[in-house]
C-alpha cells in the first residue's frame, strides 16, 4: 500500500500535460483519489488489527501445543516447520488471519514463510526443539489438544469452530439467535459498524458527568433512565380535566354542581395548569360522549361565570349540543340559543351576535332533530334569517335532514326554495334528494314526482344518490315512462348501475303488479352480470303475488335458494301468500317455521296474517286460530284489523258463533283502547 501511493504521488507531480488549467483539475482530481485511498487502506488496517489482536493469544497457545495438519483452505498444509504451506507475503487479510486462528498450526504466517524459504535453500532446517510437556485440554466436543485441527473441528460447524479458535473452551453450545458473546467478554468480530458499537457500548457505561463542554449533551442523553413500556405517559390538560370531573358525584335529579366545586376539578389550590378554552371545549366534547352532560354543562357555566380567556366560543356550544342526547339536555341547549337570539341587537356588534353563526345553529338544529322536535329545528332555521345572518350549506343540510325525518314535504320545499335564492349558496344534490324523502316519506308520491322532473330549474347537478331517488319516486308515482328515462339516462352516463339501480326500478314495477316489466329488468341485469341480492327476488315475488302469477314465484323462490340468499321478511310473506292462494298452507306453515328456527328472519303481523290466510282458505280454521295464539305468544305480536275481519269471516262461515262474538269483543276493546293497528302490513305492531 505504501508503494502504491508512492506511485500515485508520483503521478500527481508529473509535468504537465497541456495548459496549466487542465493540469491544476488534474493534480486537484489525483489527490482527492489518494486521500480516499489511504482512508480507506486505514480504516481496513484498523479492522485487521482489531482482529488480530482478537485472536494473538488463541494463535500463541496453538504454536505451544505444536498442532500439525490444516487445510490449504485455512492457510495451512505444512508441517510444524511450515514446508509444503502457503508462501503469501502480503499482509494477512480478515479472512486469513480468522483461518490462521482456526487452522491449528503451530507457527504463525511469517514463521511459515520463512520455513518454505528454509525449505527451498540448501541449508537444512535446524533440529526442533520439543516442545515442553502441558496438560492436554478438553474441548466441548470430547476432544483433545493434541489431536490436530482435524480431530479437534470434526463434528463442528461453523460457530462452533469459531468459540473454540477464540479459547472458549467448555462453552455451551449456542445457536444463532441464543447468547452472541462469552460471558465476561463481547463479541470482536469485524463489521462495519463495529468499532462505532464498542465505543457507545464502553460509553454507555461509564458514569455520566455533568457540565459544559463538547460532547456534554451526548452524556447526559446516555445518563436518561430507559423508556418503560409499563409507566403510563403524564396525562394532558384535557384528559385531567375530565378524570377531575369524573370525579364529582351525580347530582340529585334538579340540581346542578356547585361552582367552586367544579372550580376545584378544573384548576386544584395551589396547582399550576396550563389550559385554555380550546382543553375546556375538549373536556366538554370528551364529557358528552361518555354520557356525562351534567358535568359538560356544569363545565361550560364555570367557563361563563370566569369569562376573560375562559369565555365560551361558538365551539363551546358545539360540543355542549353535540353532548345533549335526551329531551332534557336537549331544552337546555335550545334554551341557550334562545338567549343568544334574544342577547343579539340588530345593527350591534357582541359577544352573543358573534355567536349566533353557522356552526351553533346546524349543531343545535341536529340536537333538536335527535329529540324528534322538527319546529324548534325549523325555528333556528328561520331565526338567523330574521338576525340577517347568512346560511351555509352545513345549516341547509341539517334543517333538511330534519323534515325528512318527520316527513315534512312542505317545509322541505320552502327550506329548498330559499336555498335556490340565498346568495352565495347552490341547491346540491343532497339537498335535493333529502326533500324528495321528504314527499316520499309523507306518501305524496306524485307530487315529489313532478318536483323531480323540474330538477333543472335549480340547476343541480344529479349524482348517483339522487338518480336513484328520482326512479324510487317516479316509480312509487307510477309514472315507470320517467323512471326507464332517468334509468336509461344514467347507462348512458359516467354513473356506475348497480344492482340497487335495477332494484330501484324493479320496484316501481313491482308496486303496480306488472310481472312482464319486471321479468324484463330481470333479464336485462343478468345480461349486465350484475348478481341479484334479497331485495332483488323480494321485488320479483311481491310482483308475482299481485299479478297472481303464482307458479312463477315458485321458479324465483328456488332459485333464491339456488343462489344461497337469505330471504327478507317482505318476501317470505309474498310468497306465503302466493302458497295460500294455491290452497298450499302446510308449505306456507313450513316457510314460516323456517324463518323462525332456520334463517332467524324477524316476522311481523303481515307474515301471520298470510299464514292465517292460507289456512282460512285451505278450511283449516282451528288452525288458523293457533296461529293468532302463536302470534301473540312467541313474537309478541297485537293482531291487526285485516287479522279480525279474516278470523271472524272465517268463524261466521263454520258455524263458530261463539268464537267470532269473543274476537270481535277483543277488536272493540283494543279500539277503544287505542290499540288496534289500522296498517293493514301490521309493520311494527308489537305488544
Known amino acids: 500500500h505504501i508503494m502504491a501511493l508512492s506511485r500515485a504521488m508520483a503521478r500527481t507531480l508529473a509535468p504537465p500535460r497541456g495548459d496549466a488549467h487542465h493540469h491544476r483539475a488534474r493534480v486537484r482530481s489525483r489527490r482527492a483519489a489518494v486521500v ?46 511450515g514446508r509444503g504451506g502457503a508462501t503469501s507475503r502480503r499482509r494477512p487479510s480478515v479472512s486469513s488471519a480468522y483461518g490462521v486462528a482456526r487452522s491449528g498450526v503451530g ?50 460447524n461453523r460457530r462452533q469452530k469459531y468459540v473454540m479458535a477464540r479459547g472458549a473452551g467448555a462453552a455451551s453450545t449456542t445457536t444463532h439467535r441464543e447468547k452472541r458473546t462469552v460471558e465476561g467478554e463481547m463479541d470482536l468480530r469485524a463489521t462495519k459498524s463495529s468499532h462505532g458499537a464498542v465505543a457507545r457500548h464502553i460509553n454507555a457505561q461509564k458514569p455520566s458527568v455533568r457540565g459544559g463542554g463538547r460532547g456534554a449533551g451526548q452524556q447526559q442523553y446516555n445518563a436518561q433512565p430507559q423508556h418503560n413500556p409499563q409507566q403510563k405517559p403524564p396525562l394532558r390538560a384535557g384528559e385531567r380535566i375530565v ?60 367557563m361563563s ?12 356550544y358545539v360540543a355542549l349540543a353535540g353532548a345533549a342526547q335526551t329531551s332534557n339536555h336537549v331544552r337546555m341547549v335550545q334554551s341557550l340559543w334562545r338567549k343568544l337570539i334574544e342577547d343579539t341587537i340588530d345593527g350591534e356588534e357582541n359577544a352573543s351576535t358573534t355567536l349566533v353563526c353557522n356552526e351553533i345553529a346546524s349543531a343545535v338544529i341536529a340536537a333538536l332533530n335527535r329529540a324528534s322536535d322538527w319546529s324548534g329545528a325549523y325555528q333556528v332555521f328561520k331565526d338567523m334569517r330574521e338576525k340577517g345572518k347568512a346560511r351555509n350549506l352545513y345549516t341547509y343540510t341539517a334543517v333538511l335532514t330534519a323534515l325528512r325525518d318527520e316527513a315534512k314535504a312542505d317545509e322541505a320545499m320552502a327550506v329548498l326554495n330559499d336555498m335556490r335564492a340565498e346568495p352565495g349558496v347552490q341547491p346540491t344534490s343532497l339537498a ?9 316519506n309523507s306518501r305524496r308520491w306524485i307530487e315529489g314526482n313532478a318536483l323531480a322532473m323540474r330538477i333543472k330549474q335549480y340547476d343541480v347537478r344529479p349524482d348517483t344518490t339522487l338518480m336513484h331517488a328520482i326512479i324510487t319516486m317516479a316509480g312509487r308515482a307510477g309514472d315507470m315512462a320517467h323512471a326507464s328515462d332517468v334509468f336509461n339516462a344514467m347507462r348512458q352516463s359516467t354513473m356506475i348501475v348497480t344492482t340497487y339501480t335495477f332494484n330501484a326500478l324493479l320496484g316501481g314495477y313491482a308496486r303496480y303488479g306488472d310481472w ?18 334479497s331485495y332483488t327476488f323480494t321485488q320479483l315475488i311481491s310482483a308475482a303475488e299481485r299479478s297472481g302469477e303464482y307458479v312463477a314465484a315458485d321458479g324465483v323462490w328456488a332459485e333464491m335458494l339456488r343462489a344461497r340468499i337469505i330471504p327478507h321478511t317482505v318476501m317470505c310473506g309474498a310468497y306465503i301468500h302466493c302458497l295460500g292462494c294455491q290452497s298450499r298452507d302446510l308449505e306456507a306453515e313450513a316457510v314460516m317455521e323456517k324463518m323462525r328456527n332456520f334463517w332467524d328472519v324477524p316476522r311481523n303481523a303481515a307474515v301471520y ?79
Open 609 to 687: 296474517n298470510a299464514l292465517i290466510g292460507a289456512h282460512v282458505r285451505s278450511g283449516e280454521v282451528t288452525r288458523a286460530l293457533s296461529v293468532l295464539e302463536e302470534m301473540q305468544r312467541i313474537d309478541g305480536l297485537m293482531p291487526t284489523e285485516i287479522t279480525f275481519a279474516v278470523l271472524i269471516r272465517a268463524c261466521q262461515e263454520s258455524a263458530l258463533t261463539k268464537r267470532a262474538a269473543d274476537l270481535e269483543s277483543m277488536r272493540d276493546s283494543l279500539a277503544n283502547a287505542g290499540q288496534l293497528v289500522q296498517d293493514l302490513s301490521g309493520a311494527g305492531s308489537s305488544m
Open 516 to 533: 312482464d316489466g319486471c321479468v324484463e329488468v330481470y333479464d336485462e341485469m343478468k345480461r349486465s352480470r350484475l348478481q341479484p341480492d
Open 432 to 440: 335535493f334528494a333529502l326533500t324528495l324523502s321528504a314527499f316520499d
Open 107 to 156: 507457527v504463525n504466517e511469517r514463521e511459515r514463510s520463512d520455513g518454505s524459504r528454509n525449505a527451498s535453500s540448501s541449508v537444512p532446517p535446524a533440529t526442533p526443539i520439543a516442545p515442553s510437556p502441558q496438560p492436554q485440554q478438553r474441548y466441548y466436543d470430547g476432544s483433545s489438544a493434541g489431536g490436530g485441527r482435524g480431530a479437534r473441528t470434526a463434528g463442528m
Open 243 to 302: 378524570l377531575a370531573m369524573e370525579s364529582i358525584e351525580t347530582p340529585a335529579a334538579g340540581e346542578r354542581i356547585a361552582w367552586d366545586v367544579v372550580g376545584a376539578a378544573v384548576n386544584p389550590q395551589g396547582a399550576q395548569f396550563k389550559f385554555s378554552t380550546s382543553t375546556l371545549n375538549f373536556a366538554i366534547k370528551e364529557l358528552g360522549e361518555r354520557g356525562s352532560f351534567d358535568r359538560a354543562y356544569a363545565l361550560y357555566l364555570w
Open 305 to 316: 361565570r370566569k369569562r376573560g380567556r375562559f369565555a365560551p366560543n361558538e365551539f363551546t
Open 36 to 81: 480516499a485511498r489511504s482512508r480507506a487502506w486505514r480504516r481496513s488496517v484498523d479492522s485487521r488489527e482489531h482482529m488480530r489482536s482478537a485472536f494473538d493469544e488463541d494463535a500463541d497457545d496453538d504454536d505451544d501445543a505444536g498442532d500439525v495438519g490444516g487445510s490449504s483452505r485455512d492457510g495451512g498444509g505444512g508441517d510444524a516447520y
